[in-house]
T-cell receptor, first 115, second 116 residues
Framework: AQKITQTQPGMFVQEKEAVTLDCTYD???????LFWYKQPSSGEMIFLIY??????QNATEGRYSLNFQKARKSANLVISASQLGDSAMYFC????????????FGSGTRLQVQP | DARVTQTPRDKVTEMGQEVTMRCQPI?????VFWYRQTMMQGLELLAY????????DSGMPKDRFSAEMPDATLATLKIQPSEPRDSAVYFC??????????????FGQGTRLTVV
């Protein structure tokens, strides 16, 4: 079974609008962490935001926020006020097992920001 | 500016040749990961080291791939013999893995391997 599911292969958003990238996960481990990475066309993987399974509040980092719905096992990334430089692949990832395991990645969503 | 350094950035080789990819993790990081990225499979974990010891290499084809950490500043991934299906971008990442959940993995720029 897929650990991380990203159902949107591609998304378009107008510049300055907000966009939500979906991510659902599957784990029976009570302790886990959820991560979002950005991969621009240059290829590097850039860490954006983290949410822990025990965190009471949704994580925020600048224009990025994570809409964490534990009961639904979803961890959607919200990008506010989109910029042209936000055009990239976005990957959701999970770490289980008290940090003993490596990150498992979803298939990614390609976001294109239109002027 | 601490970063993970991977060499070479690009490698084109003929089928059957040995390929060695190198990674210098961020100083002080005790976990190292090797991932492979392809269009079809996405990002797959190949190997995971903590304190230079392999914790998980179940994703790595054992017959031709090998991963080692000769010391804390160097991780290597070797393919021998290489095959066209090994063509991919290989990422090395490092992090702090003292049982902390919130430590992200810092990725290198990747090695783009093409086997012809």
């Amino acid at each position: 079974a897929q650990k991380i599911t990203q159902t949107q292969p591609g998304m378009f958003v107008q510049e300055k609008e907000a966009v939500t990238l979906d991510c659902t996960y599957d784990t029976s481990d009570p302790s886990y962490g959820l991560f979002w990475y950005k991969q621009p066309s240059s290829g590097e993987m850039i860490f954006l935001i983290y949410q822990g399974s025990y965190d009471q509040q949704n994580a925020t980092e600048g224009r990025y926020s994570l809409n964490f719905q534990k009961a639904r096992k979803s961890a959607n990334l919200v990008i506010s006020a989109s910029q042209l430089g936000d055009s990239a692949m976005y990957f959701c990832a999970m770490r289980e097992g008290e940090g003993r395991r490596a990150l498992t990645f979803g298939s990614g969503t390609r976001l294109q920001v239109q002027p | 500016d601490a970063r993970v350094t991977q060499t070479p950035r690009d490698k084109v080789t003929e089928m059957g040749q040995e390929v060695t990819m190198r990674c210098q993790p961020i100083l002080g990081h005790n976990t190292v990961f090797w991932y492979r990225q392809t269009m079809m499979q996405g990002l797959e974990l190949l190997a995971y080291f903590r304190n230079r010891a392999p914790l998980d290499d179940s994703g790595m084809p054992k017959d031709r791939f090998s991963a080692e950490m000769p010391d804390a500043t160097l991780a290597t991934l070797k393919i021998q013999p290489s095959e066209p299906r090994d063509s991919a971008v290989y990422f090395c990442a490092s992090g702090l893995g003292q049982g902390r959940m919130n430590t992200e993995a810092f990725f290198g720029q990747g090695t783009r391997l093409t086997v012809v």
